[in-house]
């Protein structure tokens, strides 16, 4: 696609759940990373794909939270046990390369509300 | 870990008034990024700066990247309400991974 794309835009759920965000990247782009937004607050890195490198994951807040990038494209969040401190917004972006990484192309992001 | 300082957290100007915004770091970024987030979107870039002392235009927007390279400013000029948004500076240092600061929330009154 044009640009990098985020599903679902919206998503309730109760504590306890899981939940699966999906971001799908811009094609070629071989960098992709996970932000998480919290009201007022700025972009808290989550975790970081290099095409076939282990991802860097030192941001992910706690062992609920785990993400996986199948064949290089396509990347999930998944957020097991959900708490309310989990909700937020969480974005995906991608960008050409790692030494691109300046040029990030965010998608519109997950807005997540644990109730 | 690398920490930003961004400031104002907020404003509230005029139609027409020239904006100025800056962030601080902890520690040496070899390149300065802005971002401008509208409701609803993911951010956009607007500026990448990547040495000390470069001062960078885009239309009304002008960067600096601080000569300590631990800090960096934006100015907008003559600011109109499609301005309004969220600005984020970010960094990155060796990492390839930027680190964003909390943003300044800017409201333009007409």
């Known amino acids: 696609g044009a640009g990098v794309s985020q599903s679902p835009s919206n998503k309730v759920t109760e504590k306890g759940k899981d939940v699966e965000l999906r971001c799908d990247p811009i094609?070629?782009?071989?960098?992709l990373y996970w932000y998480r937004q919290s009201l007022g607050q700025g972009l808290e890195f989550l975790i970081y794909?290099?095409?076939?490198?282990?991802?860097?994951k030192s941001g992910l807040p706690s062992d609920r939270f785990s993400a996986e990038r199948t064949g290089g494209s396509v990347s999930t969040l998944t957020i097991q046990r959900t708490q309310q401190e989990d909700s937020a917004v969480y974005l995906c972006?991608?960008?050409?390369?790692?030494?691109?990484?300046?040029?990030?192309?965010f998608g519109s992001g997950t807005q997540l509300s644990v109730l | 870990g690398q920490q930003l300082n961004q400031s104002p957290q907020s404003m509230f100007i005029q139609e027409g008034e020239d904006v100025s915004m800056n962030c601080t770091s902890s520690?040496?970024?070899?390149?300065w990024l802005w971002y401008k987030q509208e409701p609803g979107e993911g951010p956009v870039l607007l500026i990448a700066?990547?040495?000390?002392?470069e001062l960078t235009s885009n239309g009304r927007l002008t960067a600096q990247f601080g000569i300590t390279r631990k800090d960096s400013f934006l100015n907008i000029s003559a600011s109109i309400p499609s301005d309004v948004g969220i600005y984020f500076c970010?960094?990155?240092?060796?990492?390839?991974?930027?680190?964003f600061g909390r943003g300044t929330s800017l409201i333009v009154h007409p």
């Open positions: 972006a991608s960008s050409l390369d790692s030494r691109g990484g300046e040029k990030l192309f």
């Open positions: 094609s070629g782009h071989t960098a």
């Open positions: 794909f290099q095409g076939n490198s282990a991802p860097d």
């Open positions: 520690s040496i970024f070899n390149t």
């Open positions: 700066l990547y040495k000390a002392g």
């Open positions: 970010a960094g990155r240092g060796g990492s390839y991974i930027p680190t």
